[in-house]
């Protein structure tokens, strides 16, 4: 089991980019999950972002997303980041990260991950 916080939220204008950040607070060493990032606006569902292996070096976008954001991790710092730039008002939402021991298709999928953090909120003005 482990416990994620989430940091980096705020207000930003569009075009502007803003990092956040998915801290392993505490539980098991964080470099065993895979960690995804997934956003909730207003009204709507759960969309997947991002999501990346235990090691790094694979990784996955959602459509919404590719060539703007970019996800990171740091195991030794036990964080997980999301790079966000060329921000726009529909990028406004709740922000989530998740784990789960497994890599693989579903951690594109909200139900496939195990553990979740409370969020943080970006809002993109115009």
């Known amino acids: 089991q482990v416990q994620l916080v989430e940091s980096g939220g705020g207000l930003v204008q569009a075009g502007d980019s803003l990092r956040l950040s998915c801290a392993a607070a505490s539980g098991r060493t964080f470099s065993t999950y895979a960690v995804g990032w997934f956003r909730q606006a207003s009204g709507k569902e759960r969309e997947f972002i991002a999501a990346?292996?235990?090691?790094?070096?694979?990784?996955a976008y959602g459509d919404s997303v590719k060539g703007r954001f970019t996800i990171s991790r740091d195991n030794v710092e036990n964080t997980v980041y999301l790079q966000m730039n060329s921000l726009k008002p529909e990028d406004t939402a709740h922000y989530f990260c998740a784990a789960t021991e497994v890599w693989g298709p579903m951690v594109t999928d909200y139900n496939g991950m195990a553990y979740w953090g409370k969020g943080t909120l970006v809002t993109v003005s115009s």
């Open positions: 990346i292996n235990n090691a790094g070096d694979n990784s």
